[in-house]
């Protein structure tokens, strides 16, 4: 579900010119919920796939398994919050 909320926001952008006029692209990868593996994939993001901005994973050990690697690089990540009732 998650995956599909962030594919949807990509169409949307791109429907309206993108971001600074530049197409956005999605780049998924499943960390099964795992701090090891979002290492890993935040660390891949940012190195191989050359990623401008990197959404914050759900959940705080996560995060914080993400805030260390996008700290390191200096680069961008974006937090995903609910709103509570």
Same mark, same amino acid.
């Given at each position: 579900?998650?995956?599909?909320?962030?594919?949807?926001?990509?169409?949307?952008?791109?429907?309206?010119?993108?971001?600074?006029?530049?197409?956005?692209?999605?780049?998924?990868?499943?960390?099964?919920?795992? =701090?090891?593996?979002?290492?890993?994939?935040?660390?891949?993001?940012?190195?191989?796939?050359?990623?401008?901005?990197?959404?914050?994973?759900?959940?705080?050990?996560?995060?914080?398994?993400?805030?260390?690697?996008?700290?390191?690089?200096?680069? =961008?990540?974006?937090?995903?919050?609910? =709103?509570?009732?």
């Amino acid at each position: 579900m998650i995956q599909e909320s962030f594919r949807l926001w990509a169409k949307e952008v791109n429907q309206r010119g993108g971001i600074l006029g530049r197409k956005v692209k999605t780049v998924l990868y499943d960390d099964k919920s795992q =701090p090891s593996l979002v290492e890993h994939y935040y660390q891949k993001l940012i190195e191989e796939d050359s990623v401008d901005l990197v959404f914050s994973p759900y959940g705080t050990p996560l995060t914080l398994a993400a805030s260390k690697i996008s700290e390191q690089h200096l680069s =961008p990540r974006m937090e995903r919050t609910s =709103p509570c009732a």
